[in-house]
Protein backbone atom coordinates (compact mmCIF):
# COMPACT_ATOMS: atom_id res chain seq x y z
CA UNK A 1 0.00 0.00 0.00
CA UNK A 2 0.89 3.50 -1.07
CA UNK A 3 0.27 7.17 -0.17
CA UNK A 4 1.15 10.00 -2.65
CA UNK A 5 1.23 12.95 -1.59
CA UNK A 6 -0.10 15.06 -4.37
CA UNK A 7 -1.29 18.09 -3.05
CA UNK A 8 1.01 18.75 -0.05
CA UNK A 9 3.70 21.48 -0.43
CA UNK A 10 5.64 21.03 -3.86
CA UNK A 11 8.87 20.60 -2.71
CA UNK A 12 10.37 17.35 -1.86
CA UNK A 13 11.31 17.70 1.65
CA UNK A 14 7.77 18.90 2.74
CA UNK A 15 5.97 15.95 1.15
CA UNK A 16 8.83 13.45 2.35
CA UNK A 17 8.26 15.06 5.88
CA UNK A 18 3.97 14.76 5.17
CA UNK A 19 4.90 10.82 4.59
CA UNK A 20 6.39 10.58 7.65
CA UNK A 21 3.98 11.91 9.47
CA UNK A 22 1.35 9.27 8.55
CA UNK A 23 3.77 7.00 8.69
CA UNK A 24 3.68 7.29 12.23
CA UNK A 25 0.30 8.20 12.73
CA UNK A 26 -0.41 4.57 11.29
CA UNK A 27 1.38 3.19 13.88
CA UNK A 28 0.03 5.02 16.71
CA UNK A 29 -3.36 3.69 15.28
CA UNK A 30 -2.45 0.34 14.77
CA UNK A 31 -0.97 -0.03 18.31
CA UNK A 32 -4.15 1.45 19.90
CA UNK A 33 -6.10 -1.06 18.05
CA UNK A 34 -3.72 -3.54 19.36
CA UNK A 35 -2.38 -4.67 16.13
CA UNK A 36 0.89 -5.42 14.68
CA UNK A 37 3.63 -2.69 14.46
CA UNK A 38 6.44 -4.21 13.04
CA UNK A 39 8.04 -3.29 10.24
CA UNK A 40 8.61 -5.26 7.43
CA UNK A 41 11.65 -5.75 4.75
CA UNK A 42 11.14 -2.93 2.91
CA UNK A 43 9.70 -0.66 5.73
CA UNK A 44 6.17 -0.59 6.29
CA UNK A 45 3.97 -2.25 8.45
CA UNK A 46 2.37 -5.35 8.43
CA UNK A 47 -0.15 -5.91 10.26
CA UNK A 48 -3.15 -8.91 9.57
CA UNK A 49 -6.34 -7.93 8.60
CA UNK A 50 -9.51 -9.74 7.11
CA UNK A 51 -9.65 -7.57 4.41
CA UNK A 52 -7.51 -5.25 1.91
CA UNK A 53 -10.89 -2.39 3.22
CA UNK A 54 -9.24 -2.51 6.65
CA UNK A 55 -6.04 -1.59 5.33
CA UNK A 56 -7.47 1.06 3.32
CA UNK A 57 -9.03 2.06 6.21
CA UNK A 58 -6.70 2.49 8.66
CA UNK A 59 -4.56 4.59 5.95
CA UNK A 60 -6.76 6.96 5.57
CA UNK A 61 -7.21 7.44 9.28
CA UNK A 62 -3.87 8.35 9.49
CA UNK A 63 -3.93 10.45 6.68
CA UNK A 64 -6.75 12.40 8.54
CA UNK A 65 -4.82 12.29 12.06
CA UNK A 66 -1.92 13.68 10.39
CA UNK A 67 -3.52 16.50 9.51
CA UNK A 68 -3.59 16.11 5.66
CA UNK A 69 -6.91 14.94 4.53
CA UNK A 70 -7.54 14.95 0.89
CA UNK A 71 -4.40 15.87 -0.15
CA UNK A 72 -2.62 12.17 -0.50
CA UNK A 73 -3.23 9.48 -3.42
CA UNK A 74 -3.61 5.91 -2.42
CA UNK A 75 -1.38 3.69 -4.30
CA UNK A 76 -0.86 0.04 -4.52
CA UNK A 77 2.36 -2.31 -6.01
CA UNK A 78 0.86 -5.30 -6.81
CA UNK A 79 3.45 -7.95 -7.33
CA UNK A 80 2.70 -10.14 -11.05
CA UNK A 81 4.32 -12.92 -9.23
CA UNK A 82 0.46 -12.98 -6.84
CA UNK A 83 -1.74 -13.41 -10.10
CA UNK A 84 0.46 -14.50 -12.79
CA UNK A 85 -0.03 -18.00 -14.34
CA UNK A 86 2.71 -19.75 -15.26
CA UNK A 87 0.90 -22.57 -17.25
CA UNK A 88 -1.32 -19.86 -19.33
CA UNK A 89 1.28 -17.18 -19.60
CA UNK A 90 -1.13 -14.67 -17.92
Same mark, same amino acid.
Given at each position: FWIVP?????????KLRA????FHC???? &?SVNDLDTDVGNEGGYSPDFEKTENAWDFIQEAIKKAGYE???? &?????????????????
Open positions: DKVNSNFKECSEVLGDI &LNKFY &LGLDAGSTTFFNNNSGK
